[in-house]
């Protein structure tokens, strides 16, 4: 009996080791070398997870290891894998604000060529506005503060979301 309780315990705790891995790679990106391929390996092998979260996740690793190719060919094939697994992630939970947080690093990230930019207000919208819904909305405070330096320093937030964002930093600070 006690080994197969261990065995749901493991099951029912990956997701959110998985997720919290993945919550701390995302914000390591740049930083060490190629970030990107080794969190999208590591969600590769991880082949019991077919969440939209996860195909968000694993698209925007995917395409991100776009930097980490040296082949222009290479290059645009990661990039596409990654864009068509956020946009099936996007299609499935259009509200969830995570999933679109994956989308607009990839898109603020994208060269202009690529033409991939057009969601980036309507994302930073919808991040913007759940968090104001509802602070915990990521059930992590860290992440979250992250998330919203995130938006203000890369996404070009308008003057109003700016003074959103200020009022959410608040908010986290007294626990709201």
Not at 18 to 41: H, Q
Not at 42 to 48: C, F, I, Q, V
Not at 58 to 73: D, Q, V
Not at 92 to 107: D, K, W, Y
Request: proline share 5%.
């Amino acid at each position: 009996m006690y080994p197969l309780f261990l065995l749901i315990l493991m099951v029912v705790s990956a997701p959110s080791d998985w997720l919290k891995e993945s919550r701390a790679s995302f914000f390591r990106f740049g930083s060490s070398g190629c970030e990107a391929e080794i969190l999208y390996n590591r969600l590769e092998a991880t082949k019991t997870n077919s969440s939209p979260l996860f195909l968000a996740y694993k698209g925007m690793a995917r395409a991100s290891m776009a930097e980490c190719a040296f082949n222009p060919a290479a290059k645009l094939k990661r990039f596409n894998q990654g864009k068509e697994l956020l946009d099936q992630a996007v299609q499935s939970e259009p509200e969830n604000a995570e999933i679109r947080l994956m989308r607009l690093s990839v898109q603020l990230n994208a060269p202009g060529f690529l033409n991939y930019s057009s969601d980036i207000a309507t994302d930073r919208a919808l991040i913007i506005a759940a968090l104001s819904k509802n602070p915990m909305i990521f059930a992590d405070n860290d992440f979250t503060r992250k998330v919203l330096t995130f938006v203000t320093e890369t996404a070009r937030p308008t003057e109003s979301e700016r003074q959103i964002i200020k009022q959410l930093n608040i908010r986290l600070e007294h626990g709201n």
